[in-house]
C-alpha cells in the first residue's frame, strides 16, 4: 500500500505543474474551495511564474496520461471547476507523441496467439495516431487486408495504477472535508474515472463495444463501424478495418468532396440520440478526431474505449427531460428530478420548475451561435446547488458527449438549433415506448397466447411506472484510512505529512547539489 507521504509528494509535483500553467488561480479564488486546498494549492505554487490566462489543457498533458483522462472527466464538471475551466479542458486533445516502435512490436508480437510476423505483412513503424493509452499503426495483414492496429503503450497500464491509488486517496480526504466538497461527491468521479479507464486499458473490450454497437446501429442509414479482426485482438493490441475518410473536423476538405454539411450535423445529432435514448448504449468518445466521413457521406466512428450506459428507467427520464425543456413543460421537467431522486424531497418541486424556467426560457428557439453557453451553465449549477442537487455520476459520460456532439455539430453548421433537432425524435420515441398501442404490439409479438397476454401486459406497465432512485447503486468505494479523525477537518495530520514531504524534499535537494 502506497504510504500517504508518497501521493502528498506526487501531489504537490502535480501541483507545481498546475502552478506553472496558471491553473491554480482559479481554485484559490473560489469561495467554495475548501481552506486546506487554498493552502496547498498556495505551497504548490510558491516561486513559480504564472500566465495570465490558464492553460487547464497544457497542464493536464504535462502531467501526463492519466491527468488527461481526468481532465476530460472534468471537463464535464463546470460545477467543480468553474466554466472557463472546463471550456478549456473541452479542447484537451489526447495526444502524446508516440511511443518507440520497437517496444510497440514487441507488444503486438507477445500479445497474440502467433507471432506478429505470421499475422501481418507489413506495419508502418510510423504511427497514424498516438494518445494517452494507446497508437494505432497502419498495417497489412498475411492475407493482403488493410487494417488499423492499436497498442497499448509498454507500461501504461501501471502507470494508470499508481496515478489513480493517488487520486482516490485524494478524493477521499477532500470529500472528508465535508460541505461543498462532500456535495460534489469527489470519490465517486474518481470510482467512474477509474472504471472507464479500466475498459481502455482491456482492448478486447473495446472490440466487443464496437461490435454492440455494429449490431445496435446496422438498421441506421449512413452510420458505420469499422468490423473486428478477432483473429488479431488481444487484451493489448486490437486489430480492425481500415477507414478511408475524411476527418469530421476537416471542413474545409468536406466542402470540396461536396458534401452537406446541414445534414452530416443533423445526422450526427440523430445518430447520437439514437444511441444514448433509444439503445441505452452510445459512443462516449464521439470527438472530433474519432469520426470521418467517406466519399458516399457515410460518417464512420473509431475508438470505442469510453462508452457509456443507460438503463431503461434513467433513458425515459432523459427523454422527458430533454422534451420537457423544448416544449417548456418545466413543470414535467421539475417532478422528474423528484422522482429520481436526483434533487431531495424537501425541497418545493414548484419552486425548482420555476428555477428552471429561469434557465431554459432564454435558450428556447434560439440557434447555438446565439446562445450564452457560459451564461447557462453559471445559471444552470447555480439551481444545482440552490437545491442541493448531488452529482449524478452515471450521466457524466452523457453530459460530456452531448457537448462534444453539439461541438461538431455547431462547427458543421453555425445555425444548427439542437432543440429543433431533438424534439421530434425525442417525442415519436416517447410515443412509441410509452404509448398504449406499442406495449399492445410489443406482447403480441412475444406472447401468442392471449390468455398469457394479460398478466405480461400488466407486469409490462408496472415495469414502466416511474419508481424512486433513479440513479443507478453506486460502485463500492475504496476503503482509505484519512490521515486526520472524521471528527477534526482540520486536517493537521495532513499538514504533518506534508512538512515532511517539503523537508524531505529540501534535504534530497541540498543532497544533489553537494554530489554535484
Not at 475548501?34 to 505551497?43: E, F, T, Y
Not at 446501429?217 to 483473429?231: C, T
Not at 403480441?444 to 390468455?451: E, F, I, N, S, W
Request: proline share 5%.
Amino acid at each position: 500500500m502506497t504510504r500517504p507521504i508518497t501521493h502528498i509528494f506526487r501531489l504537490l509535483k502535480w501541483g507545481r505543474i498546475l502552478a506553472r500553467h496558471g491553473a491554480l488561480r482559479a481554485i484559490e479564488a473560489d469561495r467554495n474551495t475548501p481552506a486546506q486546498v487554498k493552502r496547498l494549492c498556495r505551497i504548490a505554487r510558491l516561486g513559480t511564474i504564472q500566465p495570465k490566462a490558464p492553460d487547464y489543457a497544457g497542464a493536464f498533458t504535462a502531467i501526463g496520461p492519466a491527468a488527461i483522462k481526468l481532465g476530460q472527466t472534468l471537463a464535464t464538471r463546470p460545477d467543480i471547476i468553474g466554466v472557463d475551466a472546463a471550456r478549456n479542458l473541452l479542447t484537451l486533445q489526447d495526444q502524446l507523441p508516440p511511443a518507440p516502435f520497437d517496444g510497440v512490436y514487441r507488444e503486438i508480437d507477445m500479445s497474440l496467439n502467433k507471432p506478429a510476423a505470421e499475422l501481418f505483412a507489413s506495419i508502418d513503424p510510423v504511427a497514424v495516431g498516438s494518445a494517452s493509452i494507446a497508437q494505432v499503426h497502419k498495417a497489412v495483414t498475411s492475407d493482403g487486408k488493410l487494417v488499423a492496429v492499436k497498442v497499448l503503450r509498454p507500461g501504461i497500464r501501471e502507470q494508470f495504477a499508481r496515478d489513480i491509488e493517488t487520486y482516490e486517496w485524494a478524493a477521499a480526504h477532500l470529500e472528508a472535508l465535508g460541505g461543498e466538497a462532500a456535495r460534489l461527491r469527489p470519490q465517486l468521479v474518481i470510482a467512474n474515472l477509474k472504471r472507464w479507464t479500466l475498459r481502455e486499458l482491456d482492448l478486447r473490450r473495446e472490440a466487443a463495444s464496437a461490435s454492440e454497437l455494429k449490431e445496435a446501429m446496422v438498421a441506421v442509414d449512413g452510420y458505420e463501424i469499422p468490423a473486428i479482426d478477432w483473429d488479431r485482438t488481444s487484451g493489448r493490441v486490437l486489430t480492425l478495418d481500415w477507414v478511408d475518410g475524411i476527418k469530421i473536423a476537416d471542413i474545409d476538405a468536406l466542402k470540396a468532396a461536396g458534401h452537406d454539411l446541414g445534414k452530416l450535423a443533423e445526422k450526427l445529432v440523430l445518430t447520437f440520440l439514437r444511441q444514448a435514448i433509444a439503445e441505452g448504449f452510445f459512443h462516449a468518445d464521439m470527438h472530433q478526431g474519432n469520426l470521418f466521413v467517406k466519399a458516399d457521406g457515410a460518417i464512420v466512428a473509431i475508438d470505442f474505449g469510453i462508452m457509456g450506459r443507460i438503463n431503461r428507467q434513467a433513458r425515459f427520464w432523459l427523454a422527458e427531460i430533454l422534451y420537457g425543456l423544448t416544449t417548456g413543460n418545466y413543470s414535467r421537467v421539475a417532478e422528474i428530478h423528484f422522482e429520481a431522486q436526483y434533487v431531495p424531497s424537501y425541497h418545493n418541486v414548484d419552486e425548482f420548475a420555476t428555477a428552471l424556467r429561469a434557465v431554459g426560457e432564454p435558450t428556447r428557439g434560439k440557434p447555438v451561435s446565439e446562445l450564452s453557453v457560459g451564461q447557462m451553465l453559471d445559471s444552470l449549477f447555480a439551481i444545482t446547488r440552490d437545491f442541493d442537487m448531488a452529482t449524478q455520476p452515471h450521466l457524466l459520460l452523457l453530459q460530456k458527449t452531448m457537448v462534444m456532439v453539439e461541438g461538431i455539430a455547431t462547427s458543421l453548421n453555425p445555425d444548427i438549433n439542437m432543440w429543433d433537432i431533438s424534439a421530434p425524435y425525442v417525442r415519436e420515441w416517447i410515443r412509441g415506448e410509452l404509448g398504449p398501442e406499442a406495449m399492445v404490439a410489443d406482447g403480441l409479438r412475444k406472447q401468442a397466447d392471449t390468455v398469457k397476454l394479460i398478466p405480461d401486459l400488466i407486469r409490462r406497465l408496472d415495469d414502466q411506472l416511474p419508481k424512486k432512485g433513479g440513479a443507478p447503486e453506486p460502485p463500492p468505494l475504496p476503503q482509505i484510512k484519512l490521515m486526520w479523525d472524521k471528527k477534526d477537518r482540520s486536517g493537521g495530520g495532513f499538514w504533518r505529512g506534508l512538512v515532511m514531504v517539503i523537508l524531505a524534499a529540501a534535504a534530497g535537494a541540498a543532497a544533489m547539489r553537494a554530489w554535484g
